[in-house]
């Protein structure tokens, strides 16, 4: 089917810019909509699905912006952004705590070069990073690694049907609509819902997906700040950490598979602690919806109450998984969540 421009689009719907209660996909919804499927059938990483996602929406922003003069415009240069193709050197270390290639692919690290990518609101990819990882002897370290040994392995004793259930259906792995694509699902069909306008959702989907391309960075600079090693390394290799309140199992296998990237902080929960600021923002968090997962997984839909509901969930589903710590989701949480008020509040 032949789509028509993007501007075409949007002029067609000025006029009807501040019609609330049209309970049907407006341009901004549909080219959401399209920007997900391109996503899905690229299989694009959630990193670049980010990125790509901000600048439909920004450019957008702008686009009608032109046409309505409602609101300042972003400005966002619609071109490769600077950093996202350079060539980044990472060589792991054998060090006791340090992230080390996944056996048995022992593939190389995972876009170490998304950190120099520059942000949308941000000043750099630092501005909201938490800092504050665990040593490997501290007593935190202790209770998260025996906690995590048991309930995030892939034969778990005391992991629940639900908690399982949970880490697959938040997983979203390239060939699905990725994490930051899951939110903007979910935003959607909230804001079809509740009839948004076109302005209305034309600077909801404009603020929610420039915050999560640059929760993408966050997670990034964070990740290559600390390299800090997934629980399969730490908890297989145990007897190097220096900690007598850990003990090694070298057969240990979580439920989902580890990616190849370091541990501290998890993406998916800084994209959903963004994801929950902005949406919050804009709808308040008293706000049932019904969130559907990917077909691939073959999950009920899951009723949750609230943002922050679907986002501590979409934290701990790699906790269930056994891919992070609960540091790594904890301050993933919080770094995305002070990077989604900071752009609502501001731009």
Known sequence: MQQMPLRSLLQSESALAQTPNRQSPDAIVRWNSLTLDIIKAEKTSPPMAARNLGMVHAAAYDAANAVLKAQKVYKVEVQPPAGATAQVTYTPTNQPGFWQPIPPELKPASM??????????????????????????????????????????????????????????????PGTLTPPGHWNQIAA?????????????????????????????????????????????????????????????????????TPSSPAYVSGHSTFAGAADAVLTAFFGNNVSFTAVADPSVNLPPRNLKSFTEAAEEAGMSRVYGGAHWHSDNRDGLKAGRNLGKYVVDNF
């Open 189 to 257: 069909d909230v804001a079809v819902r509740r009839g948004n306008t076109f302005a209305q959702n034309l600077r909801l989907f404009a603020i929610l997906n420039i915050a999560l391309a640059d929760a993408s960075i966050i997670d990034g600079d964070t990740k290559y700040t600390f390299n800090r090693w997934r629980p399969l390394t730490g908890i297989q290799q145990a007897e190097k950490d220096g900690n007598p309140q850990t003990t090694a199992d070298p057969n240990w296998t979580p439920l989902l598979n």
């Open 112 to 173: 170490p070069h998304w950190k120099n990518v520059k942000p949308f609101a941000m000043t750099k990819g630092s501005q909201f990073q938490i800092a504050n990882m665990p040593s490997l002897t501290s007593e935190e370290y202790t209770t998260e690694f025996n906690k995590l040994k048991e309930l995030g392995a892939k034969n778990s004793k005391i992991r629940t049907a639900d908690q399982s259930a949970i880490a697959v259906f938040w997983l979203n792995n």
